[in-house]
């Protein structure tokens, strides 16, 4: 008996020594090549393989690589929805994370982080309904959103007109802020001129959808205003096309 314990014992230790040489520790280029992979996986038709990658991608980014936190809450999920559109498991698992997740932000709604976790979720579903119920959340919780301003086409398209102000805010507060986050962003660039006309195009585009929602909410004459104000430190046919609304 004494025999067949001590043998058993010495079994058990081996696996188990065993099991922690299995453990993989994973690096940061694991962390990118998961997600390189599973796009990859995606445009060959390997849908559930590119699903597992994905899951996994977003569980385990930040543990080993902690610079993914903007790429995992934008590419990665667009590619995850996207994969979505072709394989409708991938749409389930995607909304199944984004419960959890949102239950958990439930539990402590201050929490900042968690917040832009499910709304970066919310707006790669396109849930704007989801969203929106996030965002007032949010506001009774001391959690202030201006990342929706990026995402202003799309709740202009709502036409939920409290909603539009809510995100805008201060008009005028908003135009001096896109402003400042502008010329920071050129003097960083050192008079790179090809990495300037792309980051001006894009304040373009944020300033204009800027104007059209003071146009829904305030009316013209005031978009008007802020429209000249605006093109007093970024002259753009963008934002000089603005309010040419039929």
């Known amino acids: 008996m004494l025999v067949v314990a001590i043998a058993t014992l010495v079994s058990s230790h081996a696996q188990a020594a065993g099991s922690?040489?299995?453990?993989?520790?994973?690096?940061?280029?694991?962390?990118?090549?998961?997600?390189?992979?599973?796009?990859?996986?995606?445009r060959e038709g390997k849908y559930k393989q590119a699903l597992e990658l994905h899951v996994w991608?977003?569980?385990?980014?930040?543990?080993?690589?902690?610079?993914?936190?903007?790429?995992?809450?934008?590419?990665?999920?667009?590619?995850?929805?996207?994969?979505?559109?072709?394989?409708?498991?991938?749409?389930?698992?995607?909304?199944?994370?984004?419960?959890?997740?949102?239950?958990?932000?439930k539990k402590n709604p201050s929490d900042a982080l968690m917040?832009?976790?499910?709304?970066?979720?919310d707006l790669a579903l396109?849930?704007?309904?989801?969203?929106?119920?996030?965002?007032?959340?949010?506001?009774?919780?001391?959690?202030n959103d201006d990342s929706l301003m990026l995402d202003l086409d799309r709740i202009l398209q709502t036409g939920d007109l409290k909603w539009i102000s809510d995100v805008i805010g201060d008009p005028s507060k908003k135009l001096d802020?896109?402003?400042?986050?502008?010329?920071?962003?050129l003097a960083a660039l050192s008079g790179r001129k090809d990495l300037a006309k792309g980051l001006d195009e894009m304040y373009a585009?944020?300033?204009?959808?800027?104007?059209?929602?003071?146009?829904?909410?305030?009316?013209?004459?005031?978009?008007?205003?802020?429209?000249?104000?605006?093109?007093?430190?970024l002259d753009s046919p963008t934002i000089r096309n603005a309010l040419n609304i039929p």
Do not use: C
Request: no cysteine.
């Open 177 to 185: 802020a896109f402003k400042h986050e502008r010329e920071t962003a």
């Open 205 to 233: 585009s944020q300033v204009a959808n800027l104007l059209r929602a003071v146009a829904k909410v305030n009316g013209l004459p005031a978009a008007r205003k802020l429209q000249k104000k605006a093109l007093t430190f």
């Open 57 to 105: 991608y977003h569980k385990n980014a930040l543990k080993y690589d902690p610079a993914q936190y903007g790429v995992r809450l934008s590419f990665a999920l667009s590619d995850w929805a996207e994969l979505g559109q072709a394989y409708p498991p991938a749409l389930h698992e995607l909304r199944s994370v984004r419960n959890d997740t949102l239950t958990t932000y």
């Open 126 to 143: 396109d849930d704007l309904q989801s969203a929106n119920a996030l965002f007032y959340l949010g506001q009774r919780s001391g959690v």
């Open 20 to 42: 922690q040489q299995t453990i993989k520790s994973y690096t940061a280029a694991d962390v990118t090549s998961a997600l390189s992979r599973a796009e990859q996986f995606r």
């Open 115 to 121: 917040y832009g976790e499910v709304m970066s979720i």
